[in-house]
């Protein structure tokens, strides 16, 4: 295990090492993290996925039971495959002023530097606690932190303020879209294509729908952003993907349809699915069921990212702000685990080292000035912390 001071760059090249592609099991870093703690004299608490092959970990540094402020960071990283990457991606590569690794930038760079203050976290004898949370799942929906999130003010300590270090260049973002992603799955019914009076067929009612998803869209175009802050700036209506039937000569059965909501803050995404809802039930099922009584629609969610709602002057956004020694906030294009953290109660910003350009993509790098600045952040919130 590593003794004594570690630093950024070693910690992260560590952190990298551990392929936690989303798909993949985090429990090992989740262990390398907590067994890091330990060596400090600090405890932490595990919050396992539901299938128990992945964790979430909280950890409180200084005071129990008086708010504090929660650094927040997702160990999971987006797949490489088919990614022309020049150097392995799970070996963190130094070049020029840059470290070449698969979340380097997106976000272990901010989970290594979190990491690395921990001696002076320890040391700092602390008024007000600093808590860790590293989560899973982010990649694929935001859906790792919620178990977490939710045991905060329950029987773990609810932060006053929370900072997600998702990258943003050390800007102080305050403000993102929600996201949520549906499947809509129509089943129909089976018949020769010479005889489509005994079928129903679920590609033509699939069609109506992404039609009625095409009128919520050009609305919403039409509505704008009253904010004046989004880019696009609208709540957006997309299908992504389409796929049914199975050959040439059959009516089709089924057919499903992905479609996604970015929503502006405020925006009742619970309506316009009823309003989806609503449409498939009497307008496009009555057609299906005239000749296939068992015909039907449904709606899922795959996942749902809260927005993350402005909140001018909220603790955290002074805090950050005066910390990165920043007088303005930024609006990105991204979803995040803010608005989970939001939705909780706790007033949330997001500010990380690195760039967006960079992550995701091959050659995933963050400078060595995005660190060092994480850094010059984070002791400045030691210092206010213990004073
Ligand atoms: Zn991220």
Redesign the pocket.
């Known amino acids: 295990m590593l003794a004594g001071r570690t630093t950024t760059e070693e910690l992260l090249a560590y952190l990298v090492a551990f392929d936690t592609t989303s798909r993949n099991s985090n429990l090992e870093l989740i262990a390398f993290v907590r067994d890091y703690l330990a060596a400090f004299g600090i405890e932490s608490v595990v919050v396992p996925s539901e299938a128990g092959d992945k964790a979430s970990l909280f950890a409180t540094i200084g005071p129990s039971g008086v708010g504090g402020v929660c650094l927040s960071g997702?160990s999971d990283v987006v797949p490489v495959d088919g990614q022309p990457w020049t150097s392995d991606p799970f070996t963190l590569t130094p070049k020029d002023d840059r470290l070449y690794g698969r979340g380097s930038c997106?976000?272990k760079g901010f989970i290594a530097a979190c990491l690395a203050m921990v001696p002076d976290m320890a040391a700092g004898r602390l008024s007000t606690p600093i808590h860790l949370l590293v989560s899973y799942d982010?990649?694929v929906g935001c859906t790792g932190v919620v178990p977490a999130v939710r045991r905060l003010g329950v029987d773990l300590p609810l932060p006053r303020a929370c900072i997600v270090g998702?990258?943003t260049s050390m800007r102080v973002v305050d403000a993102h879209k929600s996201g949520i992603a549906y499947v809509t799955t129509v089943t129909g019914r089976e018949a020769h294509s010479s005889m489509p009076q005994l079928g129903a067929n679920a590609i033509f009612a699939a069609a109506e729908l992404v039609g009625e998803l095409d009128r919520y869209r050009a609305e919403l175009v039409a509505a704008g952003d009253p904010s004046g802050r989004f880019d696009p700036p609208n709540t957006t209506v997309q299908v992504t993907v389409i796929q049914g039937g199975t050959a040439g000569n059959i009516v089709p059965r089924d057919c499903a349809i992905r479609w996604n909501v970015r929503g502006l803050p405020g925006f009742d995404e619970d309506a316009l699915l009823d309003r989806f809802e609503r449409f498939g039930r009497e307008v496009v099922l009555p057609k299906l069921r005239e000749t296939a009584p068992e015909a039907a629609i449904t709606t899922d969610f795959i996942y749902k990212v809260p927005p993350l709602a402005p909140q001018t002057g909220s603790e955290a956004e002074l805090l950050a702000l005066r910390l990165a020694g920043q007088n303005r906030t930024y609006t990105v294009a991204?979803g995040?685990e803010g608005g989970h953290f939001q939705a909780q109660g706790i007033s949330t910003i997001v500010c990380g080292p690195g760039s967006i350009d960079q992550?995701h993509k091959p050659d995933e790098f963050i400078e060595v000035a995005q660190l060092r600045a994480c850094e010059r952040f984070l002791k400045g919130l030691i210092a206010e912390c213990a004073g």
């Open positions: 997702h997106d976000m982010e990649e998702e990258p991204y995040t992550a």
